[in-house]
């Protein structure tokens, strides 16, 4: 069950576990599974006290690696049942560390799970001590993996550069973005591969660069190249995300699709012309099909 606000939230104790949770990554789920293994002990639910959007993406202006509903599937999957996703805004980024402690004895905490680098309240006031006092608190270490804490802000730099394989070794799943396939100028088409183009949000991290994709929806599930950029070679500025489906024919529009990165096959660049444009890509369609064994 999703809630927005915590007057909504069923009554009786809970273990609450709290944080951005951004990507739900492998960090997060061993978070995740220590609280879920305690609430199992106590014979209560566990909560998850989380933000939307995740805080940085306001108080930075980060993108971010999941929006509220990919999040909540993410979230599902490791076994969490109940979620608070309270809108992150200028009004709440002013709360003092007090307000956010009520909130948690409305809640009904008995337990509260936090990752070592949690801070809470206006200015980043409130700390473990402060839990404390509502319900004992478990500081989880952060997971480490390559010598290096397992952290959303290690995984964005990674997608920025591209580095899809290692990003799903932190995730502990491809990294996958979704939207709804719009209308676009039907380039790959008259180039012989026609694209999906799909409305992502702004502010999601979307890795820049060619890659081998599987993608989901309705229509089922396709292998794909996917190109995110600006395509250059035809002066474009805007960022958008296009995906050739391998063995597709038919029309997308208003379908929403899944795309998960698999494999970096090369940088998005300029070519002198659009019959380099087109060999480039029967090349890029070659490496996927080589890279699934098609």
């Known amino acids: ?69 990919e999040k909540v599937e993410a979230l599902r999957e490791v076994g969490v049942e109940l979620i608070l996703a309270v809108p992150f805004n200028e009004a709440f980024a002013k709360r003092p560390a007090e307000a956010f402690l009520e909130d948690l004895k409305a809640l009904e905490a008995v337990r509260i799970h936090v990752g070592e680098d949690f801070r809470f309240g206006q200015g980043r006031a409130g700390g473990v001590e402060e839990l404390s006092r509502v319900a004992p608190t478990r500081v989880v270490p952060l997971l480490t993996l390559g010598g290096e804490a397992v952290k959303s802000s290690r995984i964005r730099a990674l997608l920025q550069k591209g580095k899809v394989e290692e990003a799903r070794h932190l995730l502990g799943r491809p990294y996958g973005a979704y939207g709804v396939v719009v209308e676009g100028e039907k380039l790959g088409r008259r180039l012989g591969f026609p694209t999906a183009n799909l409305a992502v949000h702004p502010k999601k991290v979307l890795p820049p660069g060619v890659y081998a994709v599987e993608v989901e929806g309705g229509f089922g599930r396709y292998k794909g190249v996917a190109n995110v950029g600006t395509r250059p070679t035809l002066g474009g500025e805007e960022r958008r995300l296009e995906v050739h489906l391998l063995g597709f024919a038919g029309e997308l529009y208003g379908e929403e699709a899944r795309v998960r990165f698999l494999k970096h096959l090369r940088e998005e660049r300029r070519f002198p012309s659009l019959e380099a444009l087109k060999a480039q890509i029967a090349q890029d369609v070659a490496l996927a099909r080589a890279y699934f064994g098609l």
């Open 1 to 69: 069950m999703l809630f927005s606000e915590v007057a909504d939230v069923p009554k009786g104790p809970k273990v609450v576990a709290v944080g951005s949770f951004d990507g739900v990554h492998l960090g997060h789920q061993y978070l995740l599974r220590q609280a879920l293994a305690e609430a199992k002990v106590l014979k209560a639910p566990l909560l998850v006290y989380t933000f939307d959007p995740p805080t940085k993406v306001f108080t930075r202006g980060e993108g971010f690696l999941m929006d509220l509903t």
